[in-house]
């Protein structure tokens, strides 16, 4: 099955989230499509130093959810790896949830509002990811459905996975046993890094199932790991970027 050293059925998940976008740039403006959204120069100096923090973490596998933006953030971390680094690979099961109406904020506040209430909304029946949107539930199949392929899949004990910052925080509400609206408690900074550990037992089918997922860190970002001067919201962060970007030009 593949287990960390010392174990005999214990899995690590270092779980990230890609590097620094632009949600409003030109292009993903006139496309009205924040999935074509790619890394700035600070997304990949944060995939950097990511992979700088991870360079001699052994893994055996490593994946992206198919946007772009994850792709280079995993690129960019492989290749600061000291260590053989896996074949890069493509599970869209992680991929954001679908937004439905696009939605061009006019300031970062009602950015980080309205991403804050939809966050909380998330365990309501029926909520969807904005107007129009994936529901929650439904991507929490999927992304379940992800997680226990991912361990279902022999061979293995570390794992690098770039996400995205909603499916991130539902994989760490989920990990802790809470419902979908605790997603909101969970920051995820651009360019962060989580681990999760799982234990893996035998069930009665002689296949294995998860025991238990156990949170050993959260939001780390090795760019910054006191996040001095770090006082917005990643979403807050994003727009602000934008719009002081468009000022000078």
Same mark, same amino acid.
């Given at each position: 099955m593949g287990a960390l050293p010392g174990t005999t059925g214990r899995r690590r998940l270092?779980?990230? /989230?890609?590097?620094f976008v #632009?949600?409003?740039? +030109?292009?993903? /403006?006139?496309? $009205?499509?924040? =999935?074509?959204?790619?890394?700035?120069?600070?997304?990949? *100096? *944060? &995939? /950097?130093?990511?992979?700088? &923090?991870?360079s001699d973490v052994h893994l055996d596998v490593a994946f992206h959810t198919g946007l772009r933006r994850t792709q280079e953030t995993a690129e960019i971390v492989l290749a600061q790896h000291d260590l053989e680094a896996p074949e890069l690979e493509k599970e869209g099961r992680?991929?954001?949830?679908?937004? @439905?109406?696009?939605? #061009?904020?006019?300031?970062?506040?009602?950015?980080? &509002?309205?991403m804050t209430f939809?966050? *909380?909304?998330?365990?309501? +029946? @029926?909520?969807?990811?904005?107007?129009g949107g994936e529901k929650f539930s439904d991507a929490m199949d999927r992304i379940e459905d992800g997680l226990k392929g991912l361990l279902s899949r022999p061979g293995w004990a570390s794992a690098l996975l770039v996400a995205h910052e909603v499916v991130n925080r539902m994989i760490l509400a989920w990990a802790i046993g809470a419902p979908?609206?605790? =997603?909101? @408690?969970? *920051?995820? #900074?651009? @360019?962060?890094?989580?681990?999760?550990?799982?234990?893996?037992? +035998?069930?009665?089918?002689?296949?294995?199932?998860?025991?238990?997922?156990?949170i050993k860190a959260v939001n780390l970002t090795p760019a910054n790991y006191l996040k001095n001067g770090m006082n917005l919201r990643s979403l807050e962060a994003i727009f602000?970027?934008?719009?002081? $970007?468009?000022?000078?030009?």
């Amino acid at each position: 099955m593949g287990a960390l050293p010392g174990t005999t059925g214990r899995r690590r998940l270092y779980l990230m /989230r890609h590097g620094f976008v #632009d949600y409003t740039s +030109p292009e993903v /403006r006139a496309a $009205q499509d924040p =999935s074509i959204a790619y890394l700035t120069e600070q997304g990949r *100096e *944060e &995939a /950097r130093y990511a992979g700088v &923090a991870l360079s001699d973490v052994h893994l055996d596998v490593a994946f992206h959810t198919g946007l772009r933006r994850t792709q280079e953030t995993a690129e960019i971390v492989l290749a600061q790896h000291d260590l053989e680094a896996p074949e890069l690979e493509k599970e869209g099961r992680f991929q954001e949830l679908r937004s @439905g109406q696009y939605i #061009d904020f006019k300031s970062a506040e009602h950015l980080a &509002a309205t991403m804050t209430f939809q966050f *909380e909304q998330a365990g309501k +029946p @029926g909520a969807t990811f904005l107007e129009g949107g994936e529901k929650f539930s439904d991507a929490m199949d999927r992304i379940e459905d992800g997680l226990k392929g991912l361990l279902s899949r022999p061979g293995w004990a570390s794992a690098l996975l770039v996400a995205h910052e909603v499916v991130n925080r539902m994989i760490l509400a989920w990990a802790i046993g809470a419902p979908l609206s605790a =997603s909101a @408690g969970f *920051e995820q #900074d651009t @360019g962060c890094i989580n681990i999760i550990d799982f234990d893996l037992v +035998p069930d009665e089918a002689g296949n294995t199932r998860i025991e238990r997922a156990m949170i050993k860190a959260v939001n780390l970002t090795p760019a910054n790991y006191l996040k001095n001067g770090m006082n917005l919201r990643s979403l807050e962060a994003i727009f602000t970027r934008a719009v002081d $970007q468009a000022a000078s030009n």
